[in-house]
């Protein structure tokens, strides 16, 4: 026989470990891990040798084992309803005034809840209106800056329209031989070109 081989013994103590987390209400895994301490084994070894051989040998112990968990999950479910401890041995029924204070601080975190959930509208309404007033300063800005943008460049329009008129201006007293310090007179007539005008000569100064 091999030094690893598993005995009766130790199925037996297999099953007991097991049995017992499945009436309450424990996983088999944790059974094979609290079995795996007490044989000396690996989990995965108790696990291989409970699926393997010895469920198969406690079906009807498993069974009962199911069941006795099921009985006490709904022991302790009514214990629980009836306000009282289902591990605790002088676990009693709720009397009508045990009920009454029951139901008056359920309707209490009832109202709780209500209040949040309506103190939580309220601030959501405050931020929505406060993006809506912000989204509002948003678009008036932009019309601000679009409209900024048309004055600039109508302005610098107006400022290259001086400059060209002044610089042909120049061009004109250089060309005449004209000293630019002397003083001259020029006009822009309606097609937009540049006219002498002689000093002694009366003219009317366009606005």
């Not at 995965?44 to 409970?50: D, I, K, P, S, T």
């Not at 003083?183 to 309606?190: A, M, S, V």
Request: with cysteine; hydrophobic share 35%.
């Amino acid at each position: 026989m091999r030094q690893d081989a598993w005995t009766t013994e130790d199925d037996s103590a297999l099953a007991e470990v097991v049995l017992k987390h499945i009436r309450d209400g424990s996983t088999q895994l944790a059974g094979f891990n609290e079995a795996s301490r007490r044989l000396g084994r690996t989990a995965a070894a108790c696990g291989f040798r409970w699926n393997a051989c010895v469920r198969k040998q406690y079906r009807k112990q498993i069974e009962l084992a199911k069941e006795d968990r099921k009985e006490k999950k709904s022991q302790k479910i009514q214990a629980q309803l009836e306000g009282g401890d289902y591990d605790h041995p002088t676990a009693t029924l709720m009397s009508w005034a045990q009920v009454l204070r029951f139901l008056r601080q359920e309707k209490n975190t009832a109202q709780q809840w209500a209040s949040r959930w309506r103190a939580a509208q309220r601030e959501s309404n405050e931020w929505k209106s406060k993006y809506d007033h912000l989204n509002r300063e948003s678009s008036q800005m932009r019309e601000e800056l679009q409209r900024l943008r048309k004055d600039y460049e109508t302005m610098a329009a107006d400022h290259r329209a001086l400059v060209d008129i002044v610089e042909r201006a120049r061009k004109a007293a250089f060309l005449d031989g004209d000293d630019m310090s002397a003083g001259f007179i020029y006009r822009i007539d309606e097609y937009g070109n540049l006219e002498r005008v002689n000093p002694d000569e009366p003219h009317q100064q366009a606005e």
